[in-house]
């Protein structure tokens, strides 16, 4: 059985930074693809970005894009999402997930394996 825990969040201020890391522990080597989301207050949970098995393919929703990174770290094995620049809008809870097919999908139900998630919190 596979299992993701997410770590890293916090309250930082505008214009911080920081690193969320998802950590994987089972059966995670059948899940080809990774991915963040976030659900931000009142709000559905949304696609931050994911990243194939083997970190050859990327995808980031497009707000995100150029202010956060996505990464794989193999000998862990962990996930990793840098976010710069933080804005208000980005306060949230963040999760990481996991699916077993090749495609990065951007919608919730694409996903079957979900962290417990971990608070982002940027003040202005």
């Known amino acids: 059985q596979a299992q993701l825990v997410e770590s890293g969040g916090g309250l930082v201020q505008t214009g911080d930074s920081l690193r969320l890391t998802c950590a994987e522990y089972?059966?995670?080597?059948?899940?080809?693809?990774r991915a963040w989301f976030r659900q931000p207050p009142g709000k559905e949970r949304e696609f931050v970005a994911g990243i194939t098995y083997d970190g050859d393919g990327i995808k980031i929703a497009d707000t995100e894009n150029g202010r956060f990174t996505i990464s794989r770290e193999f000998a862990k094995p962990t996930m990793s999402l840098q976010m710069n620049s933080l804005k208000p809008e980005d306060t949230a809870v963040y999760y990481c997930?996991?699916?077993?097919?090749?495609?990065?999908?951007?919608?919730?139900?694409?996903?079957?394996?979900w962290g417990q998630g971990t608070q982002v919190t940027v003040s202005s």
């Open positions: 997930a996991a699916r077993p097919n090749e495609y990065i999908g951007t919608h919730v139900g694409c996903y079957n394996v």
């Open positions: 089972g059966r995670t080597f059948v899940y080809s693809v």
